[in-house]
């Protein structure tokens, strides 16, 4: 039994967020507490806690991350200079937030992919 996050109701639109996009399959909204000028979530609409619970059956809406973040970076016009798609898989990446996320990062030089 998979355990809801708050996302879940996000998705649902019981709690407030800055929707940017949503479908059948996914939705994307800005980020509480952005660590760059664009920082936007695009969540599977299933609550899939990890990419480690990923299924064959989940293809269809992991594809369509990439697609919707590929659009929403050219609406917020930050698709020519560049940005980061980032998903966090368990502790040791700093998931916090146990139902799966891509995170859109842009707007400025992002510098090193990790932490030094
Ligand atoms: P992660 O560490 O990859 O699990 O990322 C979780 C992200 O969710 C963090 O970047 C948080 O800032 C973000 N977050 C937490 N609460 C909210 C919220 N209510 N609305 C939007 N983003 C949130």
């Known amino acids: 039994m998979v355990q809801e996050t708050f996302f879940s ?12 996009y949503q479908d059948n399959l996914v939705t994307a909204f800005r980020d509480i507490s952005p660590q760059a000028p664009s920082h936007i979530l ?7 806690p990890t990419i ?3 299924k064959p059956e989940h293809e269809a809406a992991l594809g369509r991350m990439i697609i ?4 929403i970076a050219k ?7 560049g940005y980061r798609l980032i998903i966090n898989c368990n502790h040791n990446a700093g998931q916090e937030v146990y139902h799966i996320h891509m995170h ?6 992002l ?6």
């Not at 109701?9 to 940017?20: H, S, V």
């Not at 510098?111 to 030094?116: D, E, K, Q």
């Open 104 to 109: 859109l990062l842009g707007g400025c030089l």
């Open 52 to 54: 480690n619970d990923i």
């Open 75 to 81: 609406k917020e016009k930050i698709a020519q200079d």
């Open 9 to 20: 109701k996000i998705i649902r639109r019981e709690i407030t967020a800055d929707i940017l």
């Open 68 to 71: 919707s973040a590929s659009l």
């Open 111 to 116: 510098g090193p992919l990790l932490a030094r």
């Open 42 to 48: 695009i969540v599977t609409n299933q609550c899939i």
